[in-house]
């Protein structure tokens, strides 16, 4: 079983930043990709921004520029460095990993999620 520890949500007036942070651990043995998605109210699920093991990333278009992912292979932890957000960047955000067992069985995970509201 893998389990996925967030943390860094809260409440920040446009134009601010926040720094998501997702600490994984378990019965993962060799993780693949690392990634954030969030959910706004009303909404559906949507990707905001992955990484691979190898460190090649990928963003969702709303949040490219201000947004950046990166992943500390030591500590099985990956990072969202959220800067200049606005009030459409509000929901709550929760970390996917996907790997594999040490019996090389595919494995993931996600996050028990995280708030983040932009509001003045």
């Known amino acids: 079983q893998v389990q996925l520890v967030e943390s860094g949500g809260g409440l920040v007036q446009p134009g601010g930043s926040l720094r998501l942070s997702c600490a994984t651990s378990g019965s993962i043995f060799s993780i693949s990709s690392m990634g954030w998605y969030r959910q706004a109210p009303g909404k559906q699920r949507e990707l905001v921004a992955t990484?691979?093991?190898?460190?090649?990333?990928n963003y969702a278009d709303s949040v490219k520029g201000r947004f950046t992912i990166s992943r500390d292979n030591a500590k099985n932890t990956v990072y969202l460095q959220m800067n200049s957000l606005k009030p459409e960047d509000t929901a709550v955000y929760y970390c996917n990993v996907n790997g594999y067992t040490s019996g090389w069985s595919p494995v993931g995970a996600w996050g028990q999620g995280t708030q983040v509201t932009v509001s003045s």
């Open positions: 990484i691979a093991s190898g460190g090649s990333t």
